[in-house]
């Protein structure tokens, strides 16, 4: 079991620009397609406040999209996560 998740649709340019960042950095990370699952998404919103995808987890926490991932890898936030769970 990965302890990143990457909640994302298809067709979805920041989906596909996240996991391609994630890995770049050798991060192991699983993949949920929401595309057609409406009580995920309702979860997901719920769990996040967030209606866009992609979202990502690292552990339990509920990082946000790609550019909120990105900033937190340059403020150097996101290592610290990563070692937290064991996914460094």
Request: net charge negative; glycine share 10%; hydrophobic share 40%.
């Amino acid at each position: 079991m990965s302890h990143v998740k990457v909640y994302v649709t298809t067709f979805c340019p920041y989906c596909v620009a996240a996991k391609r960042y994630l890995t770049r950095k050798n991060i192991e990370f699983e993949t949920i397609d929401l595309t057609g699952d409406h009580e995920k998404r309702i979860w997901l919103m719920e769990r996040t406040g967030m209606r866009t995808v992609p979202q990502i987890f690292v552990g339990e926490h509920a990082i946000g999209g790609y550019t909120d991932m990105v900033a937190l890898d340059e403020k150097g936030g996101l290592q610290p996560l990563l070692d937290e769970v064991g996914a460094a």
